[in-house]
């Protein structure tokens, strides 16, 4: 039974950092590439960056590039996601999925079910 | 970035209903294109992937169809699992989602 948890949202006041984690299981997350998705209140699903299975690869959305830092450590079968100096803009449900790939490209799978990062002082 | 479009943005049904769901994308995309329904207060979940391929799991009555810039999912029977809100993504260029399209009765 595949199950996927995120954590470490909260709470935290423009400029900060956060730290969220991404705990798998029921599936090879070691061969899985994985991703962060986000969902501002109201709004429309935003990609925020890609890992591959091996962590030797990583690719991140412009609203984010030189912000955050995706991660992982295949030995606790955990995905990370380092976001520093945070905006308001950043204000979101963060979930992470697992790589879904076919011959036309790229879909997520497994979804957490989030954990919420409000940034405002 | 490849924008998406949805319509309608939302619809009403009944139950037994078909349900017809059109995406847009802004430049062609060949069949790099994705379906996932999203209830409330709940991650989204994988339905059609490559624009028609159904994911394992997934019911038959949901269908997609169509490639370049223009798709569509289709819902044969609406249950009253299916009131959800769905949205379409591209992966053709950076990944995008579509705004939704929310189900309801």
């Known amino acids: 039974q595949v ?4 954590s470490g949202g909260g709470v935290v ?18 061969t899985s590439g994985m991703h962060w998705v986000r969902q501002a209140p109201g709004q429309v699903l935003e990609w925020v960056a890609l890992i591959s299975y091996d962590g030797s690869s990583k690719y991140y959305a412009e609203s984010v590039k030189g912000r955050f830092t995706i991660s992982r450590d295949n030995s606790k079968n ?7 100096s945070l905006r308001p803009d950043d204000t979101a449900i963060y979930y992470c999925a697992s790589h879904h790939g076919s ?3 790229t879909a997520f799978d497994n979804w957490g079910q989030g954990t919420m990062v409000t940034v405002s002082s | 970035d490849i924008q998406m479009t949805q319509s309608p943005s939302s619809l009403s049904a009944s139950i037994g209903d078909r349900v017809t769901i059109t995406c847009r994308a802004s430049q062609t995309i ?8 999203q209830k409330p207060g709940k991650a989204p979940k994988l339905l059609i992937f490559a624009a028609s391929n159904l994911q394992t799991g997934v019911p038959s009555r949901f269908s997609g169809s169509g490639s370049g ?3 569509t999912l289709t819902i044969s029977s609406l249950q009253p699992d299916d009131f959800a809100t769905y949205y379409c993504q591209q992966s053709y260029g950076t990944l995008t989602f579509g705004p939704g399209t929310k189900v309801d009765i």
């Open chain 1, 3 to 6: 199950q996927v948890v995120e």
């Open chain 1, 13 to 30: 006041q423009p400029g900060r950092s956060l730290r969220l984690s991404c705990a798998a299981s029921g599936f090879t997350f070691r």
């Open chain 1, 78 to 84: 955990t995905l990370y996601l380092q976001m520093n």
């Open chain 1, 103 to 105: 011959d036309y490209g």
């Open chain 2, 30 to 37: 060949s069949s790099y294109l994705n379906w996932y329904q």
């Open chain 2, 69 to 71: 810039t223009d798709f």
